[in-house]
Every structure is written in C-alpha cells, then in structure tokens.
C-alpha cells in the first residue's frame, strides 16, 4: 500500500477553467515531485520541491505551478486549462537519495 | 538534457519463461536507474532499483543489470506469473549531494503473461 495518497482520483474540467490537485506524502519526505503522464507514454518531470522551495522543472509553461507545505503535502496548480492538459498527474516524494514512492494519481480530462 | 529509450513496447511471454526489458540513456551522469511496475488503479510501484557503483542487483525472481560503458540497463524476470502483467517503466536519474534529481522515464513496456 502506497504512502503516498492524492485526490481527487477522477476530475473532468472545461477549457479555460483552473485545477488543483492535491497530494499528502510520507511524514518525513522532504521531495516531491509532479510527473504528468499522457496516454500510452511514460511519466514527464513537471516540477520537484525540496522542503516548500521549487528546485527544478521540467518543460511545463508557467501556467503550471505548485506549492509544498510544512506538513508533507502538496499542490499541483494549472491555470487556463488546455485540451492537451488531459493525462494522469502522479506525484512522488521521497527522502533523500532514496527511491521515489508514487501516489496512484489524479486522471484529468479536459473537455 | 537526458534521453531514455526503452524496448520493447510490448511483450507476450508464456507463464514461467522469462522477460528482459532493455533501456538505453544519453547522460553518463546520470548515476540512479529505478524500475516500476504501473497497473491501472494501483499507481507506480517501485519494483528495483540499481545504482552506477553497482553491475547487478538481484531480488528473488526480478533482477536488473547495468552496463555504465554502454549506457544500458535491462530488468530481468523470471518464472513469470500472469500477476506480472502489466506496464513497466525504466527510469535514470542524477543523484549528488544527498539530492534526489528527477527521473526520466522510458515510454513503458506493456508485459502479458499468458497462463
């Protein structure tokens, strides 16, 4: 069972319109990081934090964006909803140089 | 930046033969290559994991091999089971100072196993 947990598990949202999604890591893990994963592809780097600062980004515009909090949990933001924003959004924490620990995602379809 | 490839797409073994899964990566720096096992509703699963100091690493009947001078490693599992159904990712990623970089994925091996 994952220790990762993020909600909501379903979202459909119109174009245009803005989203949250939200993930509660392991207490101690100090990294998250958001991956967004099309059909039939891999897992794409959107962003990492490391204790509530961002540290690295992948190639997302700025209408992606995201928040770490004191708790271990997280926010994934993304503004001005495109059609092609339409995939399952995972996040992952970890400590240290140990393995990420994946939640089971938030598929977002976009209409 | 770093590229992985991996190979095949798809892959139908009989139950108890064994499946190798290839990945090729770009970036010699990249020092962490993890494996996960994704079935739909379950999430990713961490399944393996090796590190650049090491060749191989075995765990029970999943193991995973290294080459640095290639850029190449490949999961390898044996005795497969339908329950191994499913589609694995490959990963690498750069690890230094105690950071853990962000992983690169391959595009995912869809696994049947046919009893």
């Known amino acids: 069972e994952t220790g990762v947990t993020q909600s909501p598990t379903h979202l459909i949202k119109t174009r245009g319109q803005q989203v949250t999604l939200r993930c509660s890591s392991q207490?101690?893990?100090?990294?998250v990081s958001w991956y967004q994963q099309a059909l039939g592809q891999g897992p794409q780097f959107i962003f990492q934090?490391?204790?509530?600062?961002?540290?690295g980004r992948g190639n997302f515009p700025p209408r992606f964006s995201g928040l770490q909090f004191p708790n271990y949990s997280s926010e994934l933001n993304v503004n001005a909803l495109e059609l092609d924003d339409s995939a399952l959004y995972l996040c992952?924490?970890?400590?240290?140089?140990?393995?990420?620990?994946f939640g089971s995602g938030t598929r977002l379809t976009v209409v | 930046g770093e590229n992985v490839e991996q190979h095949p797409s798809t892959l139908s073994v009989q139950e108890g033969d064994s499946a190798v899964i290839k990945c090729t990566y770009s970036?010699?720096?990249?020092?962490?290559f993890p494996w996960y096992k994704q079935e739909l509703g379950k999430g990713s699963q961490l399944i393996i994991d090796i590190r650049s100091n090491v060749g191989e690493k075995k765990d029970q009947r999943i193991a995973v091999t290294l080459n640095k001078t290639a850029k190449h490693f490949s999961l390898h599992i044996t005795e497969t089971q339908p329950e191994d159904s499913a589609v694995y990712f490959c990963?690498?990623?750069?690890?230094?100072?105690?950071?853990?970089?962000?992983?690169?994925f391959g595009k995912g091996t869809k696994l049947s196993v046919k009893p």
């Open positions: 990963a690498a990623s750069m690890n230094y100072g105690g950071s853990q970089g962000n992983l690169i």
């Open positions: 207490s101690g893990h100090n990294t």
């Open positions: 970036d010699s720096a990249s020092n962490y």
């Open positions: 992952a924490s970890s400590v240290r140089t140990y393995g990420y620990t």
């Open positions: 934090y490391y204790r509530e600062e961002e540290n």
